[in-house]
């Protein structure tokens, strides 16, 4: 029954997501059409005929929701009528690759991060991993491109400083989408396991003569890896669906890419088709960390059993 009412509100909250989007969109002022050339009144209106924006907007909310139940999100105002989808389906792979490397290189070293600032609590290398942690926080994602381009790039000469292609082109762009979640990864491992090794079992392992990493690998990480969980949800989402700033300045052509030209050129179909679709994404990813959170802690059904009961 718990997943039924998940499912129910994952919908809901889609709608809402849709519905805010549409008329968000619709209400912000200027014609898609009028650029730096004033067009004529009859192209205007043959124009808004085509893409049904002479329409009540009643009307083009509800046939706008009927084509997102079928995966069609218009055709693009910027580029001739081809459809949002098209750009979606050839920018998502793309970002969707970049996403994954970064996550498969975030999670594990956030935690191992994390877990030995806790096993070196108050010490040096403790102090040094949670300023590398706030640091990381602190640096938005355009500055540490930058930084990495100029170093490893201009100077050093290791990396290529833009495009997309080989292995080489995308070791930059995934340590700089990498870096944020393993300082907040980091930080919530630390938190969570310096509280773990204080408790009456570990410290019973610990008299029994284990070591303090093996202790805590095998008592302390499955507790500690729950509030992991808990915030990878948008972190998976703005990971795997791109970040907009990290692929325009690696020139990754992702969904990043075609969100800033849409939001440039007033796309209003696209601006909302790629908005619509990483509000999916989050939705998803939300229900799926919330499911295996479930699977994780036990505690989750009991609690509700008890309620039921």
Known sequence: MAIFKKLLTLLVSLWCLITVTFFLMHMVPGDPFIGDKALPEEVLRSLH???????????QYLKYLQGVLHFDFGLSLSYQGRPVIQFILDGWPVSFLLGVQA??????????????????????????????????????????????????????????????????????????????????????????????????????????????FRVAIRHGLRNAILPVIAYLGPVITSILTGSFMVEKMFSIPG???????????????????????????????????????????????????KQHE
């Open 103 to 212: 996550l498969v290189l975030a999670i594990p070293s956030g935690i191992l991060l994390g877990t030995w600032a806790a096993l070196k609590r108050a010490k040096w290398q403790d102090h040094a991993a949670m300023f590398l942690a706030t640091l990381l926080i602190s640096l938005p994602n355009f500055v540490l491109a930058s930084l990495l381009q100029y170093i490893f790039a201009v100077k050093l000469n290791w990396a290529p400083v833009a495009r997309w292609g080989t292995l080489e082109h995308m070791v930059l762009p995934i340590l700089t989408l990498a870096a944020m979640p393993i300082a907040y990864i980091a930080r919530l491992t630390r938190s969570t396991m310096v509280e773990i090794l204080g408790q009456d079992y570990v410290r019973a392992a610990l008299a029994k003569g284990l070591s303090p």
């Open 49 to 59: 005929r085509y893409y049904g924006l002479d329409q009540p907007l009643g009307l």
């Open 255 to 305: 969904l990043g890419k075609w969100m800033i030209i849409s939001i440039g050129g007033r796309d209003y179909p696209m601006i909302m088709g790629l908005a619509i679709f990483f509000c999916i994404c989050l939705c998803l990813s939300l229900f799926l960390v919330d499911l295996i959170y479930a699977l994780l802690d036990p505690r989750i059904t009991l609690f509700k059993q």
